[in-house]
């Protein structure tokens, strides 16, 4: 099982940018997918997840500006950001709570960081 994680870069203060994260492997069940960031020096903080249209979770410091979704059919979730500021820079590490088969236990699986830089 692998996340693939891309979207990342460079962008003004105001502007936008949409991550996405796709797992890979065949036969996983996905509980929960989100998105957590980890700012220079800073403790990596849980930015919003998803387990289903009506379960969604956000930090209060993206709230109105961010919007997490998941395609089921391609085991892949999206992070669409609006209203960048600085503070939301910091590389953001998508996350999946999964089965790999349907008689296995759970697990969290982590994929590769990508950078957002917004600059002021």
């Known amino acids: 099982v692998q996340l693939q994680a891309s979207g990342g870069g460079l962008v003004q203060a105001g502007g936008s940018l949409r991550l996405s994260c796709s797992v890979s492997?065949?036969?996983?069940?996905?509980?929960?997918m989100g998105w957590y960031r980890q700012a220079p020096g800073k403790q990596r903080e849980l930015v919003a997840l998803?387990?289903?249209?009506?379960?969604?979770h956000y930090a209060d410091s993206v709230k109105g500006r961010f919007t997490i979704s998941r395609d089921n059919t391609q085991n892949t979730v999206h992070l669409q950001m609006n209203s960048l500021k600085p503070e939301d820079s910091g590389v953001y590490y998508c996350?999946?709570?999964?089965?790999?088969?349907?008689?296995?236990?759970?697990?969290?699986?982590w994929g590769q960081g990508t950078l957002v830089t917004v600059s002021s």
């Open positions: 998803i387990a289903s249209a009506r379960a969604i």
């Open positions: 996350n999946a709570d999964l089965r790999r088969q349907f008689y296995s236990p759970s697990e969290t699986y």
């Open positions: 492997g065949s036969g996983v069940s996905i509980n929960a």
